[in-house]
Nanobody
Framework: QVQLVESGGGFVQAGGSLRLSCAAS????????MAWYRQAPGKQRELVAR???????TYADSVKGRFTISRDDAKNTLALQMNSLKPEDTAVYYC?????????WGQGTQVTVSS
């Protein structure tokens, strides 16, 4: 069983930065992929950034150039550096770990960006 714990969310002014972290109970290098999703009230959960086992990263068009996903295999963590934050980035952010046999979600961390 895999457990994921997100941290680093909070309240920030537009244009500010936050760094989210996801701590995994298993070796992250064994994962097929890891990703950050977000869900705003009344909206569907959407993919923000994804990193494959080999380290290739993809981003939603809305965050390209502003967000950076990274992985620390030694610490078994996944991070999301968020710069130039906008009010539309406000959401609960979730960490996802994919394995060939299933997917695991964290509990989420709230990010609120004021205008």
């Amino acid at each position: 069983q895999v457990q994921l714990v997100e941290s680093g969310g909070g309240f920030v002014q537009a244009g500010g930065s936050l760094r989210l972290s996801c701590a995994a109970s298993t070796s992250v290098y064994t994962a097929t992929a890891m990703a950050w999703y977000r869900q705003a009230p009344g909206k569907q959960r959407e993919l923000v950034a994804r990193m494959t086992r080999g380290g290739s990263a993809t981003y939603a068009d809305s965050v390209k150039g502003r967000f950076t996903i990274s992985r620390d295999d030694a610490k078994n963590t996944l991070a999301l550096q968020m710069n130039s934050l906008k009010p539309e980035d406000t959401a609960v952010y979730y960490c996802l770990l994919n394995q060939n046999w299933g997917a695991y979600w964290g509990q989420g961390t709230q990010v609120t960006v004021s205008s």
